[in-house]
T-cell receptor, first 113, second 113 residues
């Protein structure tokens, strides 16, 4: 079945450090790929997305590129802030008839001042 | 623009009882999906509705059910509650294909005692 594998956490960084969270996927079709972020006590917020190979999603300094050849969608940020502390989820869906998201296990990121 | 609204935010129920959770999607979004989030299993898809029809269902027992009304609001019901049903239940709404991402509510925290 369709699945997403994320690097295990937790990840602890200092402010202004570089962040990478690895995400690889297995899909029977041609997936759309997403990164969601969850802050404590809240629901999920869409961080960025990509719908076809070589697309780069970007938002709030975060970037991820859809790599079909390596079935990957790694999340990166060049300089993290304390406010980036959250749980990050990689997810996929298979349009047009999947109607659901399949999530990775999530990666907890803590940024220290 | 109002987001996805879930009610109630917190709920405590006793084993064997039943519970109904409510979700109001973003105006204009006709697709509503539900997810269960637990520390052990992560985020798991429950079901998705569009125009009052269930289009996809996850691998959950029949005690979990849902419905959607003509105004796109959705409810999910869990009957004969078990301790293992304690979780954060998240609702998401989207445009029909989901390609633009799914917008999540803040969730309902259900505790079964």
């Amino acid at each position: 079945g369709d699945s997403v594998t994320q690097m295990e956490g937790p990840v602890t960084l200092s402010e202004e450090a570089f962040l990478t969270i690895n995400c690889t996927y297995t899909a029977t079709g041609y997936p759309s790929l997403f990164w969601y972020v969850q802050y404590p006590g809240e629901g999920l917020q869409l961080l960025l997305k990509a719908t076809k190979a070589d697309d780069k999603g970007s938002n709030k300094g975060f970037e991820a590129t859809y790599r079909k050849e390596t079935t990957s969608f790694h999340l990166e940020k060049g300089s993290v802030q304390v406010s980036d502390s959250a749980v990050y989820f990689c997810a996929l869906s298979i349009p047009p008839n999947d109607y659901k998201l399949s999530f990775g296990a999530g990666t907890t990121v803590t940024v220290r001042a | 623009k109002a987001g996805v609204t879930q009610t109630p935010r917190y709920l405590i129920k006793t084993r064997g009882q039943q519970v109904t959770l409510s979700c109001s999607p973003i105006s204009g979004h006709r697709s509503v999906s539900w997810y269960q989030q637990t520390p052990g299993q992560g985020l798991q898809f429950l079901f998705e509705y569009f125009s009052e029809t269930q289009r996809n269902k996850g691998n959950f027992p029949g005690r979990f059910s849902g419905r959607q009304f003509s105004n796109s609001r959705s409810e999910m019901n869990v009957s004969t509650l078990e301790l293992g049903d304690s979780a954060l239940y998240l609702c998401a709404s989207s445009t029909p294909g989901g390609d633009y991402g799914y917008t999540f509510g803040s969730g309902t925290r259900l505790t079964v005692v």
